[in-house]
Structure formats: C-alpha cells, structure tokens
C-alpha cells in the first residue's frame, strides 16, 4: 500500500511539474512573440464636452512618438510603455484621463477623456482662466473659446482656504447655471465683489441681482425664477434696479427712480427666456424642499417683493422707514396668495453690512 501511495505522489508532482512548464514556455514564447511583432497602426479616440476638442490627435501623436521612442507604425510593441505613456498624456493640463492597449491584430487604441471647462474666470488683475466640474485651473485655448459662465473679480492667486471656498462656490454656481438653459441664456457675467458677494449682470434688463455668497446657490437662482415669471414678466424687465434673492424665502426689488416701458422686442426676448426655460425641470421639487426647510422659522416664508423711492449702495437696497409691498406670491404654486388671513405680509429685511 505504501509503494502505491508514492507511485501516485510521484505522478501527481510530475504531472504539475510537466503543465508548470508548458505555461511557461507559452508564456515565455508569447513574450518573445510580443517583443518581435510591430505596431500595425494606431486609433485615437478623443472624448469631450465641446464639439471643437482642445486637445486634438496631432498633439496626442506627438506625446505617443516621444513615449514610444520614435514613429508609431512599425516600431516594436516592446517599445511602448504603456503605463509611462499614459501617464505622460494625462499630464496634459487638458487632458482628464487616457489609456492605451493593443488588439490581437498589433493595434494601438488610444481612449483619451477631455477635461470639461464649466467657468471661465477672470481676476482683479485681468488674468483669465478656465476651471472644470473638480475646480481644477486650466489656461486658455489657441484653438478655441468654450461658452462657459463668465466670472469676474476674482482674487489674483489662490493663497488660502478662503479662496479654495470661493472658488468651489464659482464651481458649483457655473456648473447650476451651465446645466440650466435659460441661465445660460440670461446671465451675462457674475462679479465678485470685495466682500465675495456675487452680483448678477443679466443679458436681458438693466437690474442687478445680489446673492450674497455663493451658498445655496440653486434655491437663490429659484428664487430669481419665480420672480422673473411673476413679477417682472408683468411689471417689466426695466422697472427694477436692483434684486436681492440672498435671504432665505425673500426676494426684495427696488425699483429704478427712471423706469422705462419694455420696447416690443424685449418682451419677445423675455418671452425666449421664459419658454426655453420650460424644460428646466425639478423646479416644483426644489420648491415644496425649501418650504419644508422652512417650517422652523416662526414668519413664513414669502417672495415679497419691495418698491421703494430712494437709491441703493453696492451692497444691495437699503431699507426704508415706508415700503410698499407691490405681490406676494406662493412658491410652490408660482400665484398670488388668496385675500385674508392666509396672506402673509411683505417681510423687509437689512443687508448685513
């Protein structure tokens, strides 16, 4: 019984030995294949939010000739590192991600993923750069503009935490308003100001619109919304001077001291905004969230707003010891709120200096 059992151990540890060493002599005969055969040609493929790419396949063939030593078709498979080539395109300031692997026919492919720019900043000193969706900085483009948000005023260098806040609140308001296509269509430019308020320059009408800092930028921008659609939709895009959606279920308006009638073609343009604005969608959700949010506080909350006859400063309206409450209205249902007392009454608020 004991011979038996050897002669079986024997055969076991011959057998595996013999498989051992045929997978290693694939496997050394497939590196020897691969060290041999040449590159037959190459694909590249390039992935971007613009129609235009910044990055295009000349440049990228380029960064492939210097990893692979020399021209791509024909050089040896072993000469290309894929790895150290990967590496050296994502340090492209444009590029987001690569990779790099070849077919069973000696193919090169080439997977490159464009960083996508949602701001284009412009600092107190007059540099200008774009940002993507992660807050990276990425200079400008000879080939072409992106049609991103535009914002101004921002600090010459990032130097501290305070402005890493600031300039993922730039972040996060682009990317709401590039997302949205009525934002897209009536936000001129957004300023920084000193205190890193952000003051809204539209493209249709002459008011500004103060929103604070950049927190709760999406209910802010609801806010303005549902203004535009009930009030200035009636009242004019040229009534109001100024429009402060910084305080939490308010929206307050000072009306210009020479307020003209909308021209013909305004409306119309007004009418472009509302209608492409329909698709936005979720507007209801984000409504009925802030009302919910809201409960706590003892006034309810309303979008009041506020006429008044005096002028207003660089950090918003002033409020004044007579004020004249022109619509308030629900905003969750976008109308009027009914006659009694379930109408709340216009609130007024001061501005933090």
């Not at 300039?167 to 590039?178: G, K, P, T």
């Not at 307050?252 to 409306?267: C, E, M, P, Y």
């Not at 409960?295 to 409020?319: F, M």
């Amino acid at each position: 019984m004991d011979i038996r059992r050897t002669i079986r151990k024997i055969l076991f540890v011959t057998m595996w030995i013999v498989i051992g060493g045929g997978m290693l002599t694939l496997l050394l005969a497939a590196i020897g294949k691969q060290k041999r055969e040449l590159c037959t040609d190459y694909a590249i493929k390039i992935k971007g939010a613009q129609s235009n790419l910044f990055v295009d396949e000349r440049s990228i063939v380029k960064l492939l000739e210097l990893g692979g030593s020399g021209k791509i078709i024909g050089q040896k498979r072993s000469a290309f590192n894929l790895l150290n080539i990967e590496q050296l395109l994502k340090n492209n300031v444009w590029i987001k991600d690569a990779e790099l692997y070849f077919d069973n026919h000696d193919v090169l492919y080439v997977l490159v993923t464009e960083r996508e720019p949602v701001a284009r900043i412009f600092t107190v000193t007059g540099k200008s750069f774009y940002i993507d969706e992660t807050g990276k900085m990425m200079p400008l483009s000879d080939r072409i503009s992106a049609r991103v948000p535009v914002f101004t005023g921002f600090p010459a260098k990032v130097l501290s935490i305070r402005d890493s806040l600031l300039l993922d609140e730039v972040r996060s308001a682009a990317s709401f308003i590039l997302h949205h296509p009525f934002w897209m269509a009536q936000v001129s430019q957004i300023d920084i100001t000193a205190e890193r308020y952000f003051e809204m320059t539209p493209v249709v009408g002459n008011h500004t619109v103060y929103f604070g800092d950049g927190e709760n930028i999406q209910q802010k921008f609801h806010r303005l919304f549902v203004f535009y659609k009930n009030v200035l939709r009636q009242a004019g895009f040229e009534k109001y001077k100024s429009i402060n959606v910084q305080y939490a279920g308010q929206v307050i308006g000072v009306k210009g001291n020479n307020s003209k009638s909308d021209t013909a073609q305004l409306r119309l343009n007004v009418e472009k905004l509302l209608k492409e604005a329909r698709v936005m969608q979720n507007d209801s959700l984000i409504a009925a969230r802030e009302l919910k949010e809201q409960k706590t506080i003892k006034v309810d909350p309303t979008i009041a707003a506020i006429e008044t006859a005096k002028g207003t400063d660089n950090k918003g309206p002033k409020a004044e010891s007579s004020v004249n409450p022109v619509l308030v209205t629900n905003p969750v249902t976008m109308k009027p709120f009914s006659e009694g007392k379930d109408k709340p009454k216009a609130v007024m608020q001061k501005r933090e200096p």
